[in-house]
């Protein structure tokens, strides 16, 4: 009976799903007292997690607006101050035209340098972002409820659902006292959605900041209630210019003529897809290809003119693209295949390719697994079945990539939804709760 009574509080208060509820009798952990006192509070408290949701997407914070981002580091400022954390603002130079990020701490002295209070429990690095893709230029959506367990809204879900997620789990985890040993850090970037270059800058202080840290609890969005990342891909670019000889068409796969950039260009990228396409995790996105008998191409604008007589043979072209992968190994050796197909030139034609460092990745390490651990144990506790890891090659890259070389890390600890990035983004509000409860006895247990 007792058990029973501790599985019906765990699922109260998010809609019981029929995929959690299902699973309840498989529960092999029970709840303490303790536990059990975070679950009731999340529960009483869900109308105000509503209201903080309302109130931060009701204002505009895409990435370079600057003061709505502002508002919004202010809004969690005030939040994070309720559970008695202590937050202060890192600001961008002026150059990076980026409003800057917000950090909260608790048994940190000085969150970047000094060192936390002695702890059995692991020091935690919990990341969100403040901005989200819609500029204030594009059409208002502001938050709106569909039906009883769906709502709209600019950033909804990514991320501020995930920000919410993070904020209210620690205010029940204050609530019961259950924080005054803890040492946790907050990072919410202010330009997640593009950061600010060069990175060295943007995110040097949050890489920094982590290092004093063991383990990264990352609040973007869920992909299924019993499913983390544990691995996210990361994202580089790279430039391919052709040069080749012009003239006549007539001439065209002459020894003379030889076969012009156009068809030079084809042959590099078809190349990278017969060669790289089936390797597992790998992908690779030509973005721009632009060629003729005379060519313009602006790289700062990503945009470019093209003038083309198909009697001429085409003297150059240019082709941007991305470059994801799991690991750094997997990104070197891809870089290492394309070049040696570049360098394999047609006749009369000559290619060379850059690439560019981007985002790295987050690889699946045995700490990572070790989190989820956790995670899954949190999980069964509350009736709702184990944890897995979900596949990385359903995520691009995100901020905890920056620091997944230095901490154990999970991701996809945020909210539920559709959408994400396009107009009429949703979030599912049934499942609040849970993901709430989730995160809360996650970063409890760990911090313990």
Known sequence: MKKIILITIAIIGFGSPQSLTAQTTKATVTLNKEEQKIMAYIDANMPRAIALLKESVDINSGTLNIEGVKKVGAIFAREFEKANFKTKWIPMPDSLRRAGHLVASIGFKNSATANAKTNKGKKLFLIGHLDTVFEPDMPANPFTMLNDSTATGQGVTDMKGGDVIMIIALQALQAQGLLNDANIIAYLTGDEEHAGNPREVSRGDFIETAKQTEIALAFEGANGLNSVATARRGASGWLLNV???????????????????????ARIVNEFRVQLSTEKYLTFNPGVFIGGSEMNYDETKATGTAIGKTNIISPAVTVTGDLRFLTEEQKLNARKKMQAIVDNSLPGTKASIQFEDGIPSMAPTEGNDKVLEVISGVTQAMGAGPT?????????????????????????????????????????????PYLIKRAALTIYRLSR
């Open 243 to 265: 040069k080749a000889k012009t003239g006549h068409s007539s001439g065209v796969f002459t020894p003379y003529a030889g076969y012009g950039a156009i068809y030079e260009a």
């Open 388 to 432: 897995v890891a979900g596949d990385p090659g359903s995520r691009g890259a995100g901020d905890i990539s920056y620091i997944a070389a230095y901490v154990d890390c999970i991701d996809g600890l945020g909210a539920s939804g559709k959408g994400s990035h396009a107009p009429g983004e949703t979030i599912n509000l049934n499942e609040l």
